[in-house]
C-alpha cells in the first residue's frame, strides 16, 4: 500500500526538507503541500493559540480529506496543539510533526533539553513532554533555550548563520541533558553542522521521525 500525503506548513523552507524526506523515506507516497505563513505569524502576535487557529488548521485539513489524502501532518510545532481539536472531526489520521520525538525524547532521559528558535514553541513543546511523561509515568526536568535570532536569519536566507546558533545553543545544553530536542522541524538541518565527535547526548528533530511514523501509517512497503 502507499497512499497520498498531504503537509501542512507554516515556514516556506520546510517544503524542500519534506520534499527531499519524502522521496527518500515515503517511495510511492504522492506528497502535496498546503502553505500557512500568515498562520504562525497570527499566533506570534496574539501570543496564544484560539479557537480560531483549530479552525484554520482545520480547513486545511478538510481540502487534504477532500482531495484524497489518507493522512496529514501538521509540521509547524507552534501550531500542532490543535490537532487535538481536528482529529475528532475528521476520519483520516492527523499527525504533529513532534508526536514521535517527544515519545522517545521521553524514553531516553530524565532530564531533557529543548532548543527551539521560535518562542511561540516553546510552551507547547513543554506542555507535550509533560504529557508523555505523565502517560509513561516518568518524572522529567525540562531545560528549555532559545537560540535568538536563528529564525530570523534562516528566513532571510542566512542559512549558515541559522546553524551556527543552533548549534552552540544545543551543543551548550548538552552538557547537562540526557536528550536534546530540537523544537522544529525547520532546525533538522543542523545536525548535518554537528559532527558525531561533538555529541555528547542524543540530538533529536523530528522530521525524520514523523516520516518513519507515516510509514507505519501509510504501509509503505507492504
Not at 70 to 81: F, G, N, R
Not at 205 to 216: D, G, M
Amino acid at each position: 500500500m502507499a497512499g497520498k500525503l498531504v503537509l501542512v506548513h507554516t515556514l516556506p523552507p520546510l517544503i524542500d526538507v519534506f520534499r527531499q524526506l519524502g522521496n527518500a523515506m515515503l517511495p510511492g507516497v504522492r506528497i502535496t503541500h498546503i502553505l500557512d505563513e500568515p498562520l504562525l505569524e497570527q499566533v506570534r502576535q496574539r501570543g496564544e493559540l484560539s479557537a480560531e487557529d483549530s479552525e484554520r488548521v482545520l480547513s486545511h485539513v478538510l481540502i487534504a480529506a477532500n482531495t484524497g489524502a489518507d493522512a496529514v501532518l501538521i509540521t509547524c510545532s507552534t501550531v500542532s496543539p490543535c490537532v487535538d481539536d481536528v482529529q475528532p472531526r475528521v476520519k483520516i489520521p492527523v499527525k504533529k510533526i513532534d508526536e514521535a520525538m517527544i515519545k522517545q525524547a521521553v524514553r531516553l532521559g530524565m532530564r531533557i533539553g529543548v532548543v527551539a528558535t521560535a518562542e511561540s514553541t516553546l510552551e507547547p513543546t513543554r506542555c507535550l513532554l509533560l504529557e508523555e511523561a505523565e502517560a509513561q509515568n516518568k518524572s522529567i526536568e525540562i531545560t528549555m533555550v532559545l537560540a535568538e535570532g536563528a529564525l530570523p536569519a534562516l528566513l532571510a536566507g542566512q542559512g549558515t548563520i541559522h546553524d551556527h546558533l543552533v548549534k552552540e545553543a544545543t551543543l551548550e545544553l548538552a552538557e547537562s541533558m540526557d536528550v536534546i530536542v530540537l523544537a522544529q522541524a525547520s532546525m533538522a538541518r543542523v545536525l548535518s553542522a554537528i559532527s558525531e565527535s561533538e555529541y555528547q547526548v542524543p540530538v533529536l528533530s523530528s522530521p525524520h521521525l514523523a516520516l518513519e511514523q507515516l510509514r507505519t501509517i501509510l504501509a509503505v512497503g507492504v
